[in-house]
């Protein structure tokens, strides 16, 4: 009897295990797209419209090699609005009672599978370098769950970067040489882009249509959406941009929003890049004496190490992870991060370049949006939410960790060992943004202190006895011992009448 085979909107790999532990004689491939999963979260049009694409073209790319295929476009008749009604109707269809699935990368898709009245063999996702298995193992018994350690057990086991047993150049980790501020002139016009062929303009038309109110901008769309332009987009990071990516991977600027980034995460996590692959892409550009060491490691431990490490944590830590809340912070989002419409320019910056792009680079993400969420208290929930939704490269078992613990430290502290806190001063050394906001980074309090000025202190004098017997913050808590006491008092009243205000004027 034939089989159903399940292939999700990130699963595009020709290595999936679901596809190489079915029968390409007998078994049927399910693919769909379908409602719940446009609307779980209301995501950017630019993500649902690469996905779309990317998944027609697997689909016909799986039907030349001779698999049957059935195909659900969201508006043919029938389709029954959900991942497990969609293998309901075609189980009916031919009579099939079991289903192979690759394990998917949300608990929430999980427990809708295995709530099927169907036979379910759920196979392990073998496209990361790491099993859960082994993540596990590495993490059971320690006090704390630091990636640095666990990314060396990576190039380890990978031998990526190695001489021997030891990291190639002597150390294992390169990133204080990567965190130069932006120079004048960015020698890189970006990462590739293509022309949407008939395909994606097929789906831009359906996604303009049905998700037109959404956040974000759908056109211009220049992603490649086949394995075949996703390598190109590699291979043109790799050529024209790795080579100064790590002196520059942490640097903002108003008039350039990729730098030297790849962007080839919305590759990665759909399936159309293997992490090896690119890891070794990069390495190779290393050996050629293409690329200094400090950019190649820093890029390779974005992938070998962070990508690997928050997947581990997020199925580790079980289907409550995304909704903790360690601090207690209640304030809702405010509405800003949905229209970008601030006089904190940072923000303005990246939050228009989130609804245009549907990107953001990690620096943006963790010490602009994330860092001002954190200070003004709020809500992780609502934060998590928007970034699920805001990206293109958002899905819950990467975004989670990197939200909820990264970010907004609501795991107390499971992945970060400090909250990632700062005040204007990291971001006016790390960008040109100060020098465009109505708001001046140099004044510490009054009508035109920079906020984030402001909010540092409240944040660390609210969270004072969690936080006072860290180590790496003892010292910032004995500066503010220092202080006079009426230059604290006011430090507090004026950040907590801006925090007043915000939901209600424009700040």
């Known amino acids: 009897m034939s089989r159903l085979v399940l292939v999700l909107g990130d699963q595009l790999s020709d290595t999936l295990s679901a596809l190489r532990e079915a029968e390409k004689a007998s078994d049927v491939i399910v693919m769909a797209e379908v409602s719940d999963e446009t609307t779980y979260v209301q995501h950017h049009p630019k993500k649902i419209a690469f996905i779309f694409a990317a998944m027609r073209k697997f689909a016909a790319r799986l039907r030349g090699d001779g698999w049957d295929v059935r195909y659900t476009r969201l508006d043919d008749e029938g389709n029954a609005g959900s991942i497990p009604g969609e293998l309901l109707r075609r189980a009916e269809e031919i009579g099939a009672t079991e289903v192979i699935a690759t394990q998917p990368g949300e608990w929430r898709l999980i427990a809708a599978l295995e709530d099927m009245p169907l036979r379910l063999a759920m196979k392990p996702d073998t496209r990361f370098i790491s099993t859960q ?111 100064r990516f790590g002196d ?17 995460s919305p590759y990665l996590n759909v399936g159309l890049l293997d992490p090896l692959e690119v890891c070794r892409a990069a390495e190779d550009a290393y050996y050629d004496g293409h690329a200094p060491l400090n950019a190649v490691e820093g890029f390779i431990r974005q ?103 990264m970010s907004q430290f609501a795991d107390g502290g499971i992945i970060a060992s400090k909250p990632y806190v700062s005040s204007g001063a990291y971001i006016n050394r790390m960008s040109d943004y100060c020098k465009s906001c ?70």
Not at 309 to 322: A, K, L, N, S, T
């Open 133 to 243: 298995a082994e993540f596990d193992r590495w993490a059971e018994g320690r006090k704390a769950l630091r990636m640095e350690y666990f990314y060396r057990e990576m190039r380890r086991k990978t031998g990526i970067l190695m001489d021997g047993d030891e990291p190639e150049g002597g150390k294992w980790n390169y990133d204080a040489e990567n965190r130069k501020p932006a120079p004048k002139d960015i020698a890189f016009s970006g990462p590739m882009q293509f022309t949407p062929d008939d395909t994606v303009e097929d789906v831009l038309n359906l996604v303009e249509a049905r998700f037109g109110n959404s956040f974000g901008a759908l056109r211009p769309f220049s992603f490649g959406t086949d394995q075949g332009q996703a390598r190109r987009a590699l291979s043109h990071f790799i050529i024209y941009a790795l080579p």
């Open 303 to 405: 992938i070998l190490g962070w990508r690997e490490y928050v997947r581990g944590i997020y199925f580790r830590e079980g289907p409550d992870y995304p909704r903790r809340n360690a601090l207690n912070h209640q304030r809702a989002l405010p509405d800003f991060y949905w229209t970008g419409e601030t006089e904190m320019n940072c923000l303005s910056k990246a939050i228009t370049q989130t609804a245009e792009e549907a990107y953001a680079h990690h620096i943006q993400r963790l010490m602009v949006t994330g860092n001002f969420a954190l200070l003004a208290g709020v809500n992780p929930a609502e934060v998590h939410d928007w970034y699920l939704r805001v990206y293109i490269d958002a899905y819950e078992w990467v975004e989670a960790p990197n939200t909820i613990g």
């Open 438 to 507: 109505r708001y001046r980074v140099q004044d510490k309090t009054g009508p035109d202190a920079c906020p984030f000025n402001l909010l540092y202190w409240h944040f660390l004098d609210r969270h004072r006895q969690r936080f006072e017997g860290n180590n790496r913050m003892s010292r910032i808590y004995a500066n503010w011992d220092r202080m006079d006491a009426d230059r604290k008092e006011t430090v507090l009243t004026e950040a907590q009448a801006f925090l007043e205000k915000l939901g209600r004027e424009k700040v």
């Open 248 to 264: 520059y991977q942490d640097a903002m600027l108003n008039d350039n929003r990729f730098l030297y980034h790849a962007l080839v």
